[in-house]
């Protein structure tokens, strides 16, 4: 079955910068959309970014917007949230997910998703 692998998160200084990356096995960036979600203690998943299949027309939270890219990069079969000029309110865990066929919901809604990776913890003090 499809298995997502996050990395790259861990503790950063306001302001600062990290990348996360998901490596995706067993299916190929160009057959499924990809999102990357926070989750807030005590709160649902939150959509951060998305992309479409083919690598088009990410969107974006509006809390995020010019401070976070999304991009993949299907010959590595991963994706990546860059994060730069970090807050803390960007404390959270982090996770990718990936969705195959119809986004009917828009890239950042989090129920029409199939597959998530685990998380990666993302600190910013």
């Known amino acids: 079955h499809v298995q997502l692998v996050e990395s790259g998160g861990g503790s950063v200084q306001a302001g600062g910068s990290l990348r996360l990356s998901c490596a995706a096995s067993?299916?190929?960036?160009?057959?499924?959309?990809m999102g990357w979600f926070r989750q807030f203690p005590g709160k649902e998943r939150e959509g951060v970014a998305g992309i479409y299949s083919e690598g088009s027309a990410p969107d974006y939270a509006d809390s995020v917007k010019g401070r976070f890219t999304i991009s993949q990069d299907s010959a590595k079969n991963t994706v990546y949230l860059q994060m730069n000029s970090l807050k803390p309110e960007d404390t959270a865990m982090y996770y990718c997910a990936a969705l195959r066929g119809a986004v009917g919901r828009g890239l950042l809604n989090p129920y029409q998703y199939s597959y998530w990776g685990q998380g990666t913890q993302v600190t910013v003090s």
């Open positions: 067993r299916f190929t960036y160009l057959t499924y959309h």
